[in-house]
């Protein structure tokens, strides 16, 4: 197998790939569901979603690149190789073809799909959980994935209907986080609340109508244990029968005269609720341990 100079592995095929190449409309075919599905691989664009994939051992199945993002990012070549992932030079036309975006960066991975079961994933015994109910936007759901990651959440969940995580525009808006959490899929959405429940963990869904304050719970003390959070769709909210299974329906207190906050927001509030709460030492109420109440 040929090599760079600078010693990154090169397709044995003369010449950068064109749009026409086969790797290429085969890599290509990915940016469709039915054909991610079929194969268990998807597409990853840009450096910092490469890295990230790249630090995943055994994600990574191919890295597409053009001459000048190859060098730019001569880091990521040499990880790729030294993992022994085929890295093949293609046109500017045909990274085009690959990514997604209007001005893409250079890079994509074909990666393989990193579904964990739920069983698994809550046998490591997360603290802190997301599920994402039947949410269609993959921008919503990229945008709560990432924040969930950043809370430090050990799983997130797409149940139901949910739109395919390894979707090109959810896998940018996760920004790298898809993979550093498990990724779980699930068809029924309420197996999932008797499951998590099972694993001992709270089950909150939010929602506009809840009962249960936000404020009030954590100053409460009641998100200091293991806790799953539900989010349903922006457009329909969670479904009844997901919201009644939980063990608390929680609003998020809105203090101005905006009407709501759209999904991602509210994920974001919830889950940082729980990750300061899941982190902060015990004490009196209202200090940290070892801060004077004086």
Not at 62 to 75: C, K, Q, V, Y
Not at 179 to 187: C, E, K, L, Q, Y
Not at 233 to 258: F, I, M, Q
Request: aromatic share 4%; proline share 7%.
């Amino acid at each position: 197998m040929p090599s760079a100079p600078h010693g990154r592995r090169l397709d044995a095929v003369p010449g950068p790939f064109t749009p026409r190449t086969p790797r290429v409309v085969a890599a290509r075919r990915l940016q469709r569901r039915r054909d991610r599905e079929t194969t268990g691989r998807f597409l990853a664009e840009g450096p910092q979603a490469v890295r990230e994939a790249l630090a995943r051992a055994g994600t990574v199945v191919e890295l597409f690149g053009t001459p000048a993002a190859l060098d730019r990012h001569a880091d990521l070549a040499a990880l790729a190789a030294g993992a022994d992932v085929p890295v093949s030079e293609v046109t500017d036309e045909a990274l085009a073809a690959l990514a997604e975006t209007v001005a893409p960066q250079g890079l994509v991975a074909v990666c393989r799909h990193l579904d964990v079961p739920l069983d698994a994933a809550l046998a490591r015994g997360p603290r802190l959980v997301a599920v994402l109910a039947e949410i269609r936007d993959p921008g919503n759901a990229g945008t709560v994935l990432r924040t969930a990651d950043a809370a430090g959440a050990g799983a997130v969940v797409f149940a139901g209907d949910a739109v395919d995580p390894y979707n090109g525009k959810c896998v940018r808006a996760s920004a790298g986080s898809l993979f550093h959490v498990d990724v779980v899929r699930a068809t029924d959405p309420v197996a999932v609340v008797a499951a998590l429940r099972s694993a001992g963990l709270t089950v909150l869904a939010t929602t506009g109508y809840g009962d249960s304050d936000l404020d009030d719970l954590a100053d409460a003390g009641r998100l200091a244990a293991p806790t799953a959070w539900l989010f349903g769709s922006e457009a329909h909210g969670l479904p009844a029968e997901l919201t009644a299974a939980a063990d608390a329906r929680v609003r998020v207190p809105l203090h101005g005269r905006a009407e709501s906050l759209n999904l991602a927001a509210a994920a974001a509030v919830c889950l940082y609720a729980s990750a300061r709460a899941l982190r902060r030492p015990a004490g009196p109420r209202g200090h940290t341990a070892g801060e004077s109440a004086g």
